[in-house]
């Protein structure tokens, strides 16, 4: 295999693991542990810190959107409204330079969510660039926490 084929290999198979929040990333192996590990390379903490980056771009992304939501609901409604809670998974091209060409959907607990989902992805594009400037595939998931009516929207 080449070095190309290898780190993009390494790029996808690391970063299909990423997970968001709203706030932050599920908890995960700390930076430290990642560093303590045998067999993980100085490639691997490269590319751990890429996606963790990655999550939490995104995942501000989704928490924009959904504040953007509530508001306008409330502001329709008259009241608190409720949105969308639950897991969503979606997969994203990047280009080396960090541009977001295709955003798939790889299961989700409501359409609405989905929505979500793909909208923040697009709306981060363009990410920071890949690390050793190869374009990638990554697996995003984000967890849209329940929400608190009438917080996020004044």
Same mark, same amino acid.
């Given at each position: 295999?080449?070095?190309?084929?290898?780190?993009?290999?390494?790029?996808?198979?690391?970063?299909?693991?990423?997970?968001?929040?709203?706030?932050? %990333?599920? /908890?995960?192996?700390?930076?430290? $542990? #990642?560093?303590?590990?045998?067999?993980?390379?100085?490639?691997? !903490?490269?590319?751990?810190?890429?996606?963790?980056?990655?999550?939490?771009?995104?995942?501000?992304?989704?928490g924009r959107i959904r504040a953007e939501?509530?508001?306008?609901?409330?502001?329709?409604?008259?009241?608190?409204? %409720?949105? /969308?809670?639950?897991?969503?998974? $979606? #997969?994203?091209?990047?280009?080396?330079?960090?541009?977001?060409? !295709?955003?798939?959907?790889?299961?989700?607990?409501?359409?609405?969510?989905?929505?979500?989902?793909?909208?923040?992805?697009?709306?981060?594009?363009?990410?920071?660039?890949?690390?050793?400037?190869?374009?990638?595939?990554? %697996?995003?998931?984000?967890?849209?926490?329940?929400a608190t009516p009438?917080?996020?929207?004044?």
């Amino acid at each position: 295999m080449s070095r190309k084929t290898i780190a993009t290999l390494s790029l996808i198979t690391l970063l299909s693991g990423c997970a968001v929040s709203n706030v932050n %990333t599920r /908890p995960g192996p700390t930076p430290e $542990a #990642v560093q303590n590990t045998s067999g993980v390379t100085p490639q691997d !903490r490269i590319l751990h810190s890429y996606m963790m980056q990655v999550n939490q771009i995104v995942a501000g992304q989704v928490g924009r959107i959904r504040a953007e939501q509530e508001r306008v609901a409330m502001k329709q409604a008259g009241h608190p409204v %409720t949105l /969308p809670t639950g897991y969503c998974r $979606a #997969v994203a091209v990047v280009l080396a330079n960090g541009t977001v060409v !295709r955003a798939e959907l790889a299961g989700c607990a409501s359409e609405a969510l989905g929505k979500i989902e793909l909208a923040a992805i697009h709306a981060a594009s363009p990410l920071p660039p890949t690390p050793f400037g190869h374009n990638a595939s990554l %697996t995003i998931e984000t967890v849209a926490p329940d929400a608190t009516p009438g917080v996020g929207g004044q």
